[in-house]
Structure formats: C-alpha cells, structure tokens
C-alpha cells in the first residue's frame, strides 16, 4: 500500500488546463520523483506478471503509454506496440478516429504490428471520459488482436469513461471527485 500512496501523491493537478473548467491530472509528477516511479514501476510489473497467461502483446497510447508500456511488455517478455496519433508512424496504417473531452483525433497503428488473434494488453497513463482507450481497443480489434485488459495510472470515475470500455479494466489510482 505504500506504492500505492506513493504515486498517488506524486500525481500532480493543474486545473483550467489545457481549457477552463478541465482539472488536468499530470502522471509526469511521478517520473521526477525517483522514489514515486520505482514505486510505480513495481506496481505495474506486478499487475502485468499477475495477468502473464492474458497478453502477448503491450500497446502503448501515444504518448504517455509509450513511459509505461515497454517496461510492461519487457517485465513479461512480450513485444511492445505504439499506436501513435496519425501521420507519425511510417509505411502501412490503420487507422481511428475518436472524440475527446475537448476536441477529435486520430490514431494508427501499423499494419502487422499485432498477431491475428494476439491476446493485447492496453496501456494509457488516464482514462476520462473513455473515448481514447475505447478507440484503442476498435483499432486493436480492426488490426487482427484480442483486447485482453486495459490498464491505466488515473481514472476520473466522475466521467464515467469505463462505461465506454467493454473491456476488463484497471486503474491503479482512482479519483472519484475529479472532472
């Protein structure tokens, strides 16, 4: 439980970011606290060992999941994927696009990254109001995967985004009064 308070104390809180009335919650507090991150590397080694038989492959969401999926992926010796936001990943693409809190994206992830029926564990570093990681889980769908699990640092329960996610999914830290 100590990890635990550790890297919830170090999540860091910006409120009218990135627009008025968003109370942004910034996992980047725990990467400049060397205690609060090995903390946090030892809890997500900890759940990606706990699941082994569930994954064969780690996606990473850009950017955030690209700090946490490798050690995930690396920890259980699976391969690491990135689904990054469009136009950054070279050759073939599939893509999907998404609405957020406060606007619209697009994601890609390359064609052949992920198995034919590779079992995916989904990593992000927040979960809000759910459409990224839903997103997520469509495009590992679409490119031939299993979504498994998904696995995030923060929920923000108030915004109710598990509902979006038909898949099993666990956050490490969940804040119940934060929209």
Excluded: N
Aim: hydrophobic share 50%; net charge negative; with cysteine.
């Amino acid at each position: 439980m100590a990890d635990l308070a550790r890297v919830r104390a170090a999540i860091a809180e910006f409120p009218d970011f990135p627009k008025p009335g968003i109370r942004f919650q910034d996992v980047f507090g725990i990467f400049r606290e060397p205690e609060a991150h090995a903390a946090l590397q030892r809890l997500m080694v900890e759940f990606v060992r706990a699941h082994r038989a569930e994954v064969e492959v780690v996606v990473g969401l850009d950017a955030r999941g690209f700090l946490l999926g490798p050690a995930m992926a690396l920890a259980i010796g699976v391969p690491f994927v990135p689904i990054r936001k469009a136009g950054k990943l070279p050759g073939e693409v599939e893509g999907e696009s998404y609405t957020l809190e406060y606007g619209e994206a697009r994601m890609e992830v390359q064609v052949g990254a992920i198995a034919r029926g590779a079992k995916v564990l989904v990593v992000d570093d927040l979960l809000a109001t759910g459409g990224t990681m839903a997103a997520a889980c469509s495009l590992v769908r679409r490119a031939g995967g299993e979504v498994a699990r998904c696995w995030v640092v923060v929920e923000l329960a108030a915004l109710g985004g598990r509902a979006r996610v038909a898949e099993q999914l666990t956050a490490l830290v969940t804040m119940e009064d934060v929209l």
